[in-house]
């Protein structure tokens, strides 16, 4: 049968279009699960606000916690998920970020025609490297919960499709991914360092100049996002933001001591281990199109090449944590917002490797991508559990379980009545409450009082712990006017 004919070449997509919706339906409930049990604190919350904060009358990129959150990242990426944020609060972030996921997981399956060598390979990728595992995991990002930089996974297969079609919706996706934090520069050349990879294996001259170019492109990019974020700075700094800067470069003396040192080695290690699976799958798509092994050589160069300043990049921002080791691996390169750039160059280093010609069989051309794939998912949930002590499988247990996970978290507390209190507290409320009840809150403007700035918000609402209160609680100050009785909650 010709499946690329009629109704037969849409039939296969169609069903693995299914397929993908169904684990984004997965993901998405998973992730609501995990909210909904308390698992998160702070950066989804400071990102809620950031994304809503200009509907609500707030400065661009305003939060509770640090103020203006514009002179320490440029992050203008998450305020097109303002008008979702705005509506269901965290659970419009989570959607806008599911159905771009959904998008690049439908765009990869339709970016080659059906039967071809590649088109085996796409699918391998969405389910191997947009929605596997280690994506899972990425999602989740315990105990933070969010952040922009896991929307650099769809924005890059994005990017890297419309450029393979030359479409001008590359420059959309490449812009979202410049504005979606300072690094994304880096990320950019990275991902189009890599769109050398075919000619410069094919033996294509002009390599060198096209790499200068993009060279020089990103780093006038990275630079003018640097630059900017100066200015912002002017003339009165972010107290929190230049401390970090300047804290991450003095870090760098610790390197000298042996526990760090160790721990700057173990988080290269871990990133490494946790790019063995995609690895897994370069190798069997190499096999496929009987690449020698001086062009095995060639592609590994180009990749290092592509991978080292994302490499540099996110260990001189980790050295902000470097105080103490085990904080400087925690957030080294395998902390999800971090590995997330070294994560999405390796899903587009495969779609690049996906359209080399094939060699062999019809059998053979369909088996070793699905064999690369199939294992390259089985070696994820290995290396997850080595690196970050992750299980992706009880994790999804947990969500499945939230009432009792959100019960679980303050004893003597009536978690029943913080819901309660969400639901008919007016959404201009500003409420302090611990960091493990912000997911309750997220529709109001939770005030974080562990990371409060010099004449940063107060709250209208103070949460206290009381034993003799009938809800094991009380709270101090009063709300702003609304239609419900919120007290009766606590009643």
């Known amino acids: 049968m010709d499946l690329s004919a009629g109704a037969g070449s849409r039939l296969p997509r169609a069903v693995t279009a299914c397929a993908a919706v169904a684990v984004v339906a997965l993901f998405y409930a998973a992730k609501v699960g995990l909210f909904k049990g308390l698992h998160y604190t702070f950066d989804l919350f400071s990102f809620v606000q950031m994304s809503r904060g200009w509907l609500r009358g707030h400065a661009l990129l305003h939060e509770n916690g640090y103020g203006n959150h514009g002179q320490v990242h440029n992050y203008y990426t998450i305020l097109v998920f303002g008008p979702l944020s705005q509506l269901w609060g965290a659970y419009g972030l989570f959607l806008g970020h599911m159905l771009l996921l959904l998008g690049a997981a439908v765009a990869l399956i339709r970016a080659a025609p059906v039967g071809s060598p590649a088109a085996a390979a796409d699918i391998g990728s969405v389910f191997a490297m947009l929605l596997g595992p280690v994506s899972f995991w990425l999602l989740d990002d315990f105990t933070y919960g969010w952040h922009v930089e896991l929307l650099y996974l769809p924005l890059g297969i994005l990017f890297a499709i419309a450029r393979e079609h030359r479409s001008p919706w590359a420059l959309l996706w490449g812009a979202a991914i410049v504005l979606s934090k300072e690094n994304g520069a880096v990320l950019l050349f990275s991902l189009l360092a890599l769109e050398s990879l075919r000619p410069l294996i094919a033996g294509e001259p002009g390599i060198a100049r096209r790499l200068?170019?993009?060279?020089?492109?990103c780093l006038g990019l990275f630079a003018l996002g640097m630059l900017f974020l100066r200015w912002k700075n002017y003339p009165v700094p972010h107290m929190w933001g230049q401390e970090r800067v300047r804290s991450?470069?003095?870090?760098?003396?610790?390197?000298?001591?042996?526990?760090?040192?160790?721990?700057?080695?173990?988080?290269?290690?871990?990133?490494?281990?946790?790019?063995?699976?995609?690895?897994?799958?370069?190798?069997?798509?190499?096999?496929?199109?009987?690449?020698?092994?001086?062009?095995?050589?060639?592609?590994?160069?180009?990749?290092?090449?592509?991978?080292?300043?994302?490499?540099?990049?996110?260990?001189?921002?980790?050295?902000?944590?470097?105080?103490?080791?085990?904080?400087?691996?925690?957030?080294?390169?395998?902390?999800?917002?971090?590995?997330?750039?070294?994560?999405?160059?390796?899903?587009?280093?495969?779609?690049?490797?996906?359209?080399?010609?094939?060699a062999g069989s019809r059998l053979r051309n369909l088996g070793?991508?699905?064999?690369?794939?199939?294992?390259?998912?089985?070696?994820?949930?290995?290396?997850?559990?080595?690196?970050?002590?992750?299980?992706?499988?009880?994790?999804?247990?947990?969500?499945?379980?939230?009432?009792?996970?959100?019960?679980?978290?303050?004893?003597?507390?009536d978690i029943d009545a913080i819901w309660c209190l969400a639901r008919r507290l007016p959404e201009d409320t500003k409420i302090a409450v611990p960091r493990w009840l912000y997911g309750a809150f997220h529709r109001q403007e939770i005030v974080f009082l562990e990371r409060t700035s010099p004449g940063g918000q107060r709250p209208d609402l103070t949460f206290e712990r009381d034993p003799s209160a009938p809800k094991g609680f009380r709270l101090v100050g009063e709300a702003p006017p609304g239609p419900d009785d919120w007290r009766a909650c606590l009643r």
């Open 212 to 217: 200068s170019r993009v060279t020089g492109l």
């Open 368 to 413: 070793l991508p699905v064999l690369g794939a199939a294992g390259a998912i089985a070696a994820m949930m290995t290396t997850l559990h080595i690196v970050r002590d992750y299980e992706p499988l009880y994790r999804i247990g947990q969500a499945g379980n939230w009432r009792a996970e959100g019960a679980s978290r303050y004893a003597g507390v």
């Open 248 to 358: 991450a470069f003095e870090n760098l003396s610790f390197l000298r001591n042996v526990p760090h040192q160790a721990a700057a080695l173990a988080q290269l290690r871990g990133a490494l281990l946790l790019l063995l699976p995609p690895a897994l799958f370069g190798a069997a798509l190499a096999v496929r199109s009987r690449i020698g092994w001086r062009q095995v050589g060639l592609a590994l160069a180009l990749w290092v090449f592509a991978m080292a300043p994302l490499v540099i990049v996110g260990s001189v921002e980790s050295l902000a944590y470097a105080s103490l080791p085990p904080q400087f691996v925690w957030h080294g390169l395998s902390w999800p917002p971090r590995f997330v750039s070294l994560w999405t160059a390796a899903a587009v280093a495969l779609f690049q490797l996906a359209r080399l010609p094939a």
